[in-house]
């Protein structure tokens, strides 16, 4: 009894209450995801969502985002402005209120918005509270009103500061630098998102612009989905002229589908509720897989186009070469938390599935030659998913019977546990001496891949497991391949690290091993498994002294400070990992206190799937094109 008394006493003073936006501040990865440039990203995402639903109504079709000198952000539109009279039952502001209170908007009242993607009412609020500073202009009922906010607390009142015929809204922000250790926001990554929301709002226009690099972009799609389809599939050749365009309105749901097939072995499907990108799918998925299927075998069947002995078509085979876009618009969506990654309003699944069904058996009809040849390359998918089947269970024996001589030659580490294991690719031979002499062998395994593995770009499944190097990869982490057959929880090693030369070979080879985990291994870098190791450029010797530098601006600056120093210096320029010894390769680029890794993310899917086709694929103009814009961003390139 006396240990419980001398414990420090529980009671009701020990429970804090947090006041206003508090609890944002103190946990804001609960709001935004993380803290990291994904969370800064997000905030401007969570402001421009508001605009968003103010075109989802009907009132604004003009969006401005600005990346300011400051590394603040403007985002403006010319909807019908915040409200800013005075709330009923707060007594102050609306506009004070929409800003500093969570779960208040004009969301939870159908008569201000139909449809809307941010539901909680948490977004713009939590921007707020994130903010070392805030200022919203209003422009509504003839006047100007501005409100200016400090770590979510308001300066002053709302505040009438001149007129105004237009109407809309004016928010620029800081993020505070006491959540968000970076600052600095990506042209390219806000483009991505912002590129997005036009495709799938036709006739709203969105631009961005950085004001101190002067880059800019302006996004209009009068196409919408179809023109997203379109540019999805560049640098791949269609089997129809124009993708397939299908919509309509059922129980006050409207549904807007558009899909084409390329000549690429890949599936890309990619759903939306709400302007909100259902990354885990849902009901609304669900419904159109469940129909495309249908109505692809109807029509063979009735058209005598299934030879004999042939077996209906699988999912799996309808969908080989299928780049589709599904946009969805619910009143009351139910999402599987506020990541809002998958759709669960069960009665979508049937408006999608009979929506797909009436238009796109009409169109097959109408279209006979072009369901035909979709047909055909179905029955070569599912030929070919049949002859990946068979390589599959060759590799799964090869890797049961020479689990300790794979080609490639893996060392494997003593620890079994894969969340604290480690798997690093390394190019040739000779790096892959060095690895193996200078890693931790407890917790880190080597495997030297031969060459370039195959460009699975423009491969099917039976193809790739034919490749040596690609089978000794799928046994070494333990997962499977294809639809089927992996299984994301068997993976042996908590980091796959991919550690190749800082030359053209090596970026070579390391773009084919992107592409073939993008393509085939997807959710091992959705899960975060899948990483870049950095490898120094540069050994800079003086004396006693020797630093290892990572890019060529780092050099420029040692090179400065010992510019008006006595003693020499010399520099070396590490060409390839074969160049250090066990020693060196462990210090800079292995030893896990030292190293620097970069984890690689798929922010927007459907950016990486376009730069992917483009970059690997046939399109050679595409490519060349690409090559010519971004050329003058290339670093170390080494000729």
């Known amino acids: 009894m006396n240990n419980v008394k001398n414990q420090t006493a529980y009671d009701a003073s020990q429970i804090q209450v947090l006041k206003g936006l508090e609890a944002v501040r103190m946990r804001p990865a609960m709001y935004i995801g993380d803290v990291s440039v994904r969370g800064l990203h997000h905030l401007v995402n969570e402001v421009v969502d508001n605009s968003i639903d103010e075109a989802l109504g009907g009132f604004c079709d003009e969006i401005e985002v600005t990346i300011n000198e400051d590394e603040s952000v403007s985002v403006t539109d010319n909807g019908r402005g915040i409200p800013v009279d005075i709330h009923p039952e707060q007594n102050r502001s609306a506009l004070e209120v929409v800003m500093t209170v969570l779960h208040a908007g004009g969301k939870f009242d159908k008569k201000a918005y139909k449809v809307s993607g941010g539901l909680h009412g948490v977004g713009v609020s939590v921007v707020n509270a994130l903010s070392e500073w805030m200022v919203v202009e209003v422009a509504r009922d003839g006047g100007l009103y501005r409100q200016r906010y400090q770590r979510g607390i308001p300066d002053a009142p709302v505040k009438k500061v001149g007129s105004r015929k237009s109407t809309g809204t004016k928010t620029t922000f800081m993020p505070d630098g006491e959540i968000f250790k970076k600052r600095k926001f990506s042209f390219e990554i806000l483009s991505e998102r912002l590129r997005e929301l036009a495709f799938l709002n036709p006739n709203l226009k969105i631009s961005i612009l950085d004001v101190k690099t002067g880059k800019s972009n302006k996004f209009k799609y009068k196409g919408g989905l179809s023109a997203f389809i379109e540019y999805l599939d560049q640098g791949h050749n269609t089997l129809t002229k124009r993708p397939v365009f299908l919509s309509g309105e059922r129980e006050n749901i409207p549904v807007d589908i558009a899909f084409s097939y390329n000549d690429s072995y890949n599936e890309n499907i990619y759903s939306y509720v709400n302007n909100i990108h259902t990354i885990e799918g849902g009901t609304h998925l669900v419904g159109f897989k469940a129909a495309l299927t249908r109505t692809l075998n109807n029509f063979a069947t009735k058209n005598k186009l299934l030879k004999n002995g042939d077996s209906t078509l699988s999912g799996d085979d309808v969908r080989e070469g299928l780049t589709a876009v599904i946009s969805v618009k619910v009143n009351e969506p139910q999402f599987e938390g506020q ?99 200078g890693r931790d062998r407890r917790f880190q395994a080597i495997l030297p891949l031969r060459g370039k593995i195959l460009n699975v770009e423009k491969a099917r499944l039976d193809k790739m497991l034919s490749n040596e190097e690609i089978r000794t990869i799928v046994s070494t982490l333990g997962t ?91 520099i070396q320029r590490y060409k390839g990992l074969g160049e250090m010894n066990p020693a060196q390769l462990w210090k800079t680029t292995m030893d896990p206190q030292f190293r620097t890794l970069l984890q690689v993310t798929i922010e927007e899917a459907f950016e990486a799937d376009h730069i992917f086709s483009m970059l690997m694929g046939d399109d050679v103009e595409l490519r060349r094109k690409f090559i010519e814009e971004n050329a003058q961003y290339v670093r170390n390139l080494d000729v």
């Open 339 to 437: 990541t809002k990654t998958r759709l669960g309003n069960s009665e979508v699944k049937g408006i999608v599935e009979g929506l797909v069904n009436e238009q796109l058996g009409k169109f097959l009809e109408q279209n006979g030659s072009v369901g035909k040849r979709i047909i055909e390359k179905c029955q070569v998918a599912a030929r070919s998913r049949e002859a990946a089947r068979k390589a599959r269970e060759l590799t799964r024996r090869k890797s049961a019977l020479e689990n300790d001589s794979l080609p490639g030659k893996l060392a494997d580490c003593s620890w079994s546990e894969s969340g604290r294991t480690e798997l690093f690719i390394v190019e040739g031979n000779s790096a892959g001496g060095s690895a193996k002499q």
């Open 480 to 570: 499977g391949i294809g639809r089927d057959d992996f299984q994301a929880e068997r993976i042996r090693y908590g980091k796959i690290i991919i550690m190749t030369d800082a030359d053209v070979d090596g970026a070579h080879i390391r773009t084919l091993l992107l592409t073939f985990f993008f393509r085939h291994m997807r959710p091992v870098i959705e899960h975060g498994h899948l990483y870049i190791a950095q490898p120094p450029l540069y050994r800079v010797a003086r004396g006693n002294e020797e630093l290892y530098v990572y890019d060529d601006e780092e050099l420029r600056k040692v090179q400065e400070k010992y510019k008006d120093q006595t003693k020499n210096y010399s």
